[in-house]
């Protein structure tokens, strides 16, 4: 069968198409490690208003620590992942997986033992770590273990089934949410409980110790580079040589880009839609109380309704890169992410406005498929998850700074406002000029090589 994606009889039939059992066991644990990945950080998204106002000292700035907290989540991913990246190449993507997901569950439990900022702050740098090996060793497990004809479509909805750990993130929400208006728990409590439900997929850990073996592409590799010296999980390898590290410099900015819109800007939808229901029920008079369990409630359907967009983003993202290449994908996902952000920090009012949370997660979720498509197409199987982590996570360096950024920039420009109106319309401000970040994505994307219908690269393949 030919390694290309067009070029096959059976090009055009489903990619799952030519999978076995044991094929679609790989696709299911690699998209379960990436899916809890994922929902464990939207229940820190979710949660972290709550913790916070329950962890810091009276009158210090709940905004503020959200986003030094939110900086510390993803400088421990950044650090995890290109740690755990090249532990992937060198002892195998199914070994390292298995540790990464035990890591973010038992510390994303530890979290709810908080006493205050600062174990709070470590935990969620301990939880970053496990989270940011995830990507690049899921990807790379698909990437390496399923039929080269299956490689695209397989990764971009492993990428959009994390989708589904966001949208599991807003039910538990607004579960808890009802609980909490019907006082079976107490509200001040909630973000607790989303934490000691993001520690179950520790449970997870046992099926992959138990079946997934590591592909035989990589082993076969493995041992070949016994024999000829060759350097997995080297970054000294991987910047070494231009081919490598053309595209490994390159691929990182192009990751920045939507890393820091999401993180930095997509993220923080959240205190949005918080800030404005919440200040739709003070006016009508009700009791704290009810304004806590609505602000739950909605900021759960907020989630779910902006990461359907997320699924079906991906999804398209996915068809497209498919059918006119990766680099047009690309260019028309990031000018729609920029206009998409833009206009939802600028006019959504209310309730009625919800459906601007699916266009904002279609638009900025899907650059994300091609994150999981492109960056494996970049690197030979010695170096393809250190490759792709270094790219997905090194960023997360500089994206640790837009919640701080943008923390920093509200608060000035709210500066001698008093009113909750006033001090909102800065934070939407701030947001809009932090999604320009967006449009660094189509400069890189003149300088890096179009993928599409190209075999994996290899060292003894030549360069293109």
Request: one cysteine or more; glycine letters at 12%; proline letters at 4%.
């Amino acid at each position: 069968m030919s390694s290309t994606d067009n070029a096959s009889t059976s090009a055009t039939a489903p990619w799952w198409q030519d999978l076995t059992p044991y094929h679609w066991f790989v696709f299911a644990m690699a998209s379960l490690a990436w899916l809890f990945d994922c929902l464990d950080q939207q229940l820190f998204l979710i949660a972290r208003a709550g913790a916070m106002k329950a962890l810091l000292p009276a009158g210090w700035d709940v905004k503020e620590y959200s986003g030094y907290a939110t900086a510390i989540f993803v400088a421990g991913w950044a650090t995890g992942g290109l740690i755990f990246g090249a532990v992937g190449d060198r002892i195998g993507r199914a070994k390292t997986l298995t540790l990464t997901v035990l890591i973010y569950s038992v510390c994303t439990g530890l979290s709810a033992f908080s006493k205050g900022w600062v174990d709070f702050a470590a935990y969620r740098f301990l939880t970053g770590l496990g989270v940011g090996g995830v990507f690049g060793l899921a990807v790379a497990l698909v990437a390496d273990g399923l039929p080269e004809r299956s490689r695209t479509g397989a990764l971009g909805t492993l990428q959009a089934l994390s989708a589904v750990g966001n949208i599991t993130a807003g039910l538990i929400s607004m579960g808890l949410g009802k609980l909490a208006s019907d006082k079976v728990i107490n509200p001040a409590e909630a973000w607790k409980y989303m934490f000691w439900i993001g520690a179950l997929p520790a449970f997870l850990c046992v099926f992959l110790q138990m079946r997934l073996k590591e592909p035989e592409k990589w082993v076969k590799a493995r041992e070949e580079g016994k024999l000829t010296g060759a350097k997995f999980g080297s970054y000294a390898s991987l910047f070494g040589e231009e081919r490598w590290r053309t595209p490994a410099l390159l691929g990182m900015v192009l990751c920045v880009a939507g890393v820091v819109g999401l993180w930095g800007v997509g993220f923080f939808s959240p205190e949005l839609v918080g800030d404005v229901i919440g200040n739709s029920l003070k006016a009508k008079g009700l009791p704290d109380a009810e304004i806590a369990s609505q602000k739950t409630y909605w900021i759960g359907v907020n989630m779910i309704v902006q990461n359907l967009g997320a699924f079906f983003g991906m999804i398209a993202f996915t068809k497209l890169a498919q059918k006119v290449g990766r680099k047009p994908a690309f260019a028309l996902g990031y000018v729609s992410a920029f206009l998409a952000t833009v206009g939802y920090f600028k006019l959504f009012n209310g309730t009625g406005d919800i459906w601007m949370s699916f266009v904002m997660g279609f638009c900025q979720l899907a650059l994300f498929a091609g994150f999981a498509i492109y960056l494996p197409e970049l690197f030979p199987t010695r170096l393809r998850s250190t490759g792709v982590s270094f790219c997905y996570n090194v960023g997360r360096f500089i994206a640790a700074s837009g919640p701080f950024t943008m923390g920093i920039l509200a608060k000035s420009l709210a500066a001698g406002a008093t009113s909750p109106e006033a001090k909102l319309a800065a934070f939407r401000t701030a947001c809009c000029w932090v999604s320009t970040v967006f449009l660094l994505g189509l400069v890189v994307l003149f300088f890096l090589p179009e993928t599409k219908g190209r075999a994996l690269p290899e060292d003894t393949t030549p360069a293109k």
